[in-house]
DNA sequence: AAATATACTTTGCAATACAAGGTACTGAAA
DNA sequence: TTTCAGTACCTTGTATTGCAAAGTATATTT
């Protein structure tokens, strides 16, 4: 058993969370969804990424638009629809279900949440 | 996609994360896990607990002992090994850097973290 | 003895993160 | 023109894991 894989597991299901919180913003194609994670702090690869937006896209919570770019092929510029918006309210609270029953959990833990 | 299944997927290696935090405050048997989850609000089935337990048993990170039971068969009392809690304390930085990664992305989000 | 309750276990399936490798388009250098 | 490098998108195979469902074993009650 190492950390790893436990922070792998830790991380599904949080990713498509992260996904849709993210392009909430406003549309972004799959690098710039890598890099924003890796901004905070969520290390995703292509092959996880590029599945996961096809699956959301067919399940009708994403939408996609190709978009030109100055440098290189074509883009596609990925959006929440609108049940796309709604699924992520329903995610919102299983999220905040969580967090409470881990702090619920956590009593008598002495480990702070670090802010950085 | 439906919600019961993204809230599933939300769990995986939440779970984990969530017994050793329960037995780190003392034993258990799984019947007493299942019950002390329920309360956190976090529900799990048998199916899904006993080949938990018995993963992180042969991972060493917990140990048992059958102890009789007034009303009914023995029971198989849990425990933390020493590597289990040193293992709980890389989930709690996890744990950490997943709730902070959450918090980044929802900025913008007008959704507040429910405290029941 | 039979029935009931409690506790532990196993099998099979579906979902998903990831590594690794592949395809396609663009523009610049040789 | 051809070649190369960069960017972007896609696919395949594997391991892990939550869960439903069915099974086994022990103890108590009827």
Redesign the interface.
């Given at each position: 058993?190492n950390?790893e894989n436990?922070?792998?597991?830790?991380?599904?299901?949080?990713l498509?969370?992260?996904i849709l919180?993210?392009l909430?913003?406003g549309p972004a194609y799959a690098s710039d969804i890598i890099q924003q994670?890796k901004?905070?702090?969520?290390i995703v690869v292509e092959g996880t990424l590029y599945p996961l937006l096809t699956r959301l896209k067919n399940?009708r919570?994403l939408k996609y638009e190709w978009q030109e770019s100055t440098q290189g092929p074509p883009r596609k510029y990925y959006a929440l629809t609108l049940d796309g918006e709604e699924?992520l309210?329903?995610?919102?609270?299983?999220?905040?279900?969580?967090?409470?029953?881990?702090s619920?959990?956590?009593?008598?833990?002495a480990?702070e949440?670090?802010?950085?």
């Open positions: 058993m950390t436990a922070k792998s597991q830790m991380r599904k299901g949080m498509e969370y992260c919180l993210l909430h913003k994670l901004e905070a702090q969520l399940d919570l699924f309210r329903h995610l919102d609270s299983a999220w905040n279900e969580l967090t409470n029953t881990v619920i959990l956590r009593n008598g833990i480990t949440p670090t802010l950085s």
